[in-house]
């Protein structure tokens, strides 16, 4: 049986992943034409630690998380179903999303990040 709980989980997983796969890939494109990081209302998008590699650098991670991103689609689904393994898919991710959160100083990441934390917590008894 599916509880609200569940649902709201997998709400926000499937938000946070469509969120931030295509909010990305946007700016993933203007870099890899252009060769800079776009500029959207006097931020700088994607701009972080890893800026100091180079844009290469910046453009292949970037698609390295729009991948992660894409795989909590797959999280998402399990936990959907009920599934411990969705738990657990999740938790990889929302470690590894971690890592790009501060790489490119996305500071709306954390915060969905403990939103997930907290709800997942509240649905462990509830998945088999």
Not at 3 to 22: C, E, I, N, R, S
Not at 53 to 59: F, M, R, T, W
Request: charged letters at 10%; one cysteine or more; a neutral charge.
């Amino acid at each position: 049986m599916r509880t609200p709980l569940v649902t709201a989980l997998v709400m926000m997983v499937v938000f946070d992943a469509l969120a931030w796969a295509f909010g990305v890939l946007p700016a993933l494109k203007y870099a890899l034409t252009h060769r800079t990081l776009p500029t959207v209302a006097g931020i700088r998008l994607l701009s972080g630690p890893l800026e100091a590699l180079g844009i290469e650098a910046v453009i292949t991670a970037g698609l390295v998380f729009v991948v992660v991103s894409g795989l909590k689609l797959m999280a998402a689904y399990w936990l959907w179903h009920g599934q411990m393994d969705g738990a657990i898919l999740l938790i990889i991710l929302l470690c590894l999303s971690a890592i790009f959160w501060y790489a490119f100083a996305l500071p709306f990441g954390p915060l969905a990040g403990i939103i997930e934390v907290i709800l997942l917590a509240l649905v462990w008894q509830n998945l088999s």
